[in-house]
């Protein structure tokens, strides 16, 4: 339902996986970002300009969705693993972790890259990821739609669709704005993390 209500469409395949595609990446339909926000791709030597994704991959980079394999390769029909959408969803809400240490001891942390240790702890201890039953959290393998939805669905705590005065006193998470003249009262710029949206401005903090 939270999802709904944030214009992700819901019509699809839970167990599939996720490709670097945007019309599987559901970040930008999550946020809502503005579709002016892009980003220059002519360094990428694998993206075609016409593509029919262009657009929406540009809008990826352009909020830090999504970065290349390197600085001239994106590989748009790669899949995306569960490592490299918990960086992802790191840069997109900017969370840190009080502690470097994992809450959760994963039996094949020495699976997940460098580059990715980070990511994966924070989001762990702050309860948007769990692992398997296992105490396995499969970093190499390609992220489901299903498993996307679900962190989002624990890291968003509220969404703001109407102009007005909001108490943020006891909301703990991401929350995302969809209106103009908002107010968020008794705010911790820490706590929760504001992710202003398609109409943000004038956004003001109390």
Known sequence: TLLKNIGLN??????????????????????????????????YKDIEKNAWYYNALSRAVAMDA??????????????????????????????????????????????IASWAESAITTLTNKGYVNGYEDLTVRPKNNITR?????????AIAK???????YDMTDVKGSVIVLANDVTLKNANLEKPKCLSTTAPFPLEYR
């Open 159 to 165: 969404i703001i669709r109407k102009s007005g005065e």
């Open 146 to 154: 299903a498993e996307i939805c679900k962190i989002l669905d624990k």
């Open 66 to 111: 999504m970065q290349g394999y390197s600085s001239s390769e994106m590989r748009p029909n790669a899949f995306i693993t569960r490592q490299e959408a918990m960086v992802s969803l790191e840069r997109i809400f900017e969370v840190v972790s009080k502690s470097s240490k994992s809450s959760i001891e994963y039996k094949d942390a020495d699976q």
């Open 10 to 43: 819901l019509n699809l395949a839970p167990v599939s996986d996720v490709s670097v595609n945007p019309s599987d990446f559901i970040y930008n339909r999550a946020f809502g970002y503005d579709a002016e926000k892009t980003a220059d791709l002519s360094s």
